[in-house]
């Protein structure tokens, strides 16, 4: 009889084990995410009509902009004082809570770390902090919602 028998038997159930758990925790993130979702829909549609400015700092190596960011949004599309709608096709995660939400759709479950707080009312992601790879430096973002604000009327003419 092989002595480490026991030994491989019970690493073997731990790696299932662990398999299980991550399994867990992705269908859990997951439906966070779609709850979060959600409530931004029946906000967006009763308190946002009229598009929404979003004050964000964003930390990225990647990123065309990082700093502090505000940005108006009409109608899910970013635009310019003017209304014009903004090029920001540079940018992996966008500047709309909308286009945010796609980001986490594309890479929850794909990356090495994700912490997401969303905010319990609005729904709106207010921090994320994404490590696609711990063992690749540079490749980390992260994104603090400052403020979150109605336009009280349509930018534009």
């Not at 964003?58 to 003017?82: F, I, K, L, W």
């Amino acid at each position: 009889a092989d002595p480490y028998r026991y030994l491989q038997v019970s690493i073997r159930a731990l790696d299932l084990s662990v398999e299980e758990r991550q399994d867990e925790v992705s269908e859990t993130e997951e439906e966070r995410l779609a709850a979060a979702i959600e409530r931004w829909e029946t906000t967006r549609t009763e308190s946002l009509a009229s598009g929404y400015a979003v004050t964000y700092e964003a930390n990225c190596n990647t990123c065309p902009a990082v700093g502090t960011q505000r940005v108006v949004v009409v109608e899910g599309v970013p635009v310019d004082p003017s209304g014009e709608p903004l090029e920001l096709d540079d940018s992996p995660i966008g500047a709309t809570v909308d286009q945010w939400f796609d980001f986490l759709r594309f890479v929850i479950g794909d990356v090495d770390a994700y912490d997401v707080q969303f905010d319990p009312t609005t729904g709106v992601p207010f921090f994320i902090d994404i490590d696609a790879r711990r063992e690749i430096d540079g490749d980390e973002f992260r994104l603090d919602v400052l403020q979150i604000e109605p336009l009280e009327t349509e930018t534009g003419s």
